[in-house]
């Protein structure tokens, strides 16, 4: 069982910067970013595998940054150039796979981003 704790998160103004941070209890292949916006889907944000392999989905792409310090079984989130449209509850997520699988094993318990105009 790995566990998944977030920080970062809050509130800023469109065109501002937050940085999301996410530990895992263990090491862990793969590791991700959600983001669930009221009344909308559950978003896939972006995702990281322990070699390095990333990706973004289109809406964040140019924007948002995924790292990991694989020595600390952190990823971050950095995430510039916010818009409104960017507000949701962040997630992290964890599994084995980072394709292919029906859905993410771990996740954390997901941090409010809020972006005003």
């Known amino acids: 069982q790995v566990q998944l704790v977030e920080s970062g998160g809050g509130s800023v103004q469109a065109g501002g910067s937050l940085r999301l941070s996410c530990t895992a209890s263990?090491?862990?292949?793969?590791m991700a970013w959600f983001r669930q916006a009221p009344g909308k889907l559950r978003e896939g944000v972006a995702r990281?595998?322990?070699?390095?392999?990333?990706y973004y989905a289109p809406s964040v792409k140019g924007r948002f940054t995924i790292s990991r310090d694989s020595t600390k079984n952190t990823v971050y989130l950095q995430m510039n150039s916010l818009k409104p449209d960017d507000t949701a509850i962040y997630s992290c997520?964890?599994?084995?796979?980072?394709?292919?699988?029906?859905?993410?094993?771990?996740w954390g318990q997901g941090t409010q981003v809020t972006v005003s105009s």
């Open positions: 997520a964890a599994d084995d796979l980072c394709w292919g699988q029906e859905g993410f094993k771990y």
């Open positions: 990281i595998t322990s070699e390095g392999t990333t």
């Open positions: 263990g090491f862990i292949y793969c």
